[in-house]
């Protein structure tokens, strides 16, 4: 599957913003535009994480958003995966996976990142099972209300 992550810009930020997930799973996800917002301003919680927003697509076609931050200066992992989402009409066909790789295939590219953390709704089952076949392990704690999961990269 030919997924690729683009960077989001002045040209396609609109185009993004209009993927969707399902009703049923709004309560999963922020929106694109929440999350591109997000990504302009940072989070500061244990240390100042910076976020990079991408566009995934399938032949230059929008298909989902994914987002990581970096702290490098936090001791449970150096990367967070803080967004993945598909849009409603493509969910099925393994493009969740194919994301989640090329995030994973960028993040292992960086020698300071070790370790990766993502976390979820306890009830999403769906997630924990993606990031659980990735290799993600639960240290069982709750992080910002939800599920962590975190992956050894090195």
Do not use: C
Request: net charge negative.
């Amino acid at each position: 599957m030919g997924i690729t992550l683009q960077p989001v810009t002045v040209e396609n930020w609109r185009a993004l913003i209009k993927l969707q997930v399902r009703e049923d799973q709004t309560h999963f996800v922020a929106s694109n535009l929440y999350s591109i917002a997000e990504a302009q301003f940072g989070w500061d919680e244990d240390g100042h994480w910076d976020f990079y927003p991408f566009g995934a697509y399938m032949d230059n076609e929008p298909v989902g958003f994914a987002m990581y931050a970096f702290n490098f200066d936090y001791t449970r992992f150096e990367a967070f995966i803080a967004r993945l989402m598909v849009d409603e009409k493509l969910q099925g066909k393994g493009y969740g996976r194919e994301i989640m790789k090329r995030v994973l295939e960028q993040l292992a590219t960086d020698e300071r990142i070790r370790n990766v953390g993502i976390s979820y709704e306890p009830n999403n089952e769906s997630a924990r099972k993606l990031y659980a076949s990735l290799g993600f392990v639960e240290p069982g704690e709750i992080f910002d209300g939800e599920v962590l999961a975190i992956l050894n990269l090195r």
